[in-house]
């Protein structure tokens, strides 16, 4: 019975830990690479723009995704919004199936804010935040589900 009740115990302290860890609201960038997964959406990433790869329409952007996504299902709504301390701001997301690309490109209209939204699929994305021009700058990554 004691054995029962510290197993008890434990678990609910591991899913305590993990229940506030998953409500974590901002992730600094840590060498410019950062898995998110579907339990981690509504989160706020910062990290630099840019690169010296032409994307070939989408800026200039880095050799490696600034970020991946994986959504374990699909998600009725998602908005990923850039803001960049300078420069003109590209959003690239490529995914989840092979040849899908979303480029979005920031322009006065969006106040030079980058944004898509809309229904995400399950699966795997690859997100590039570029430059126009080739530029690096610092930007904010804000990813929501609300409307």
């Keep these: 019975m004691i054995n029962l009740f510290k197993s008890n115990v434990i678990n609910i302290l591991v899913l305590t830990i993990a229940v506030v860890l998953g409500n974590s609201k901002t992730i600094m960038a840590e060498n410019n690479l950062k898995q998110l997964k579907t339990t981690q959406i509504n989160q706020v990433i910062t990290g630099e723009s840019g690169g010296s790869n032409d994307s070939q329409g989408c800026g200039f952007i880095s050799n490696t995704p600034n970020y991946k996504m994986n959504l374990e299902q699909r998600t009725d709504y998602m908005r990923l919004t850039v803001q960049a301390n300078g420069g003109q701001p590209t959003l690239l997301v490529l995914g989840p199936n092979a040849g899908d690309r979303f480029c979005v490109l920031g322009d006065e209209t969006s106040g030079l804010k980058p944004e898509i ?13 570029g430059d126009r021009l080739g530029g690096q700058h610092q930007f904010t990554l804000d990813i929501s589900t609300d409307n």
């Design 117 to 129: 939204s809309g229904v995400w699929e399950s699966g795997s994305y690859q997100v590039y935040i």
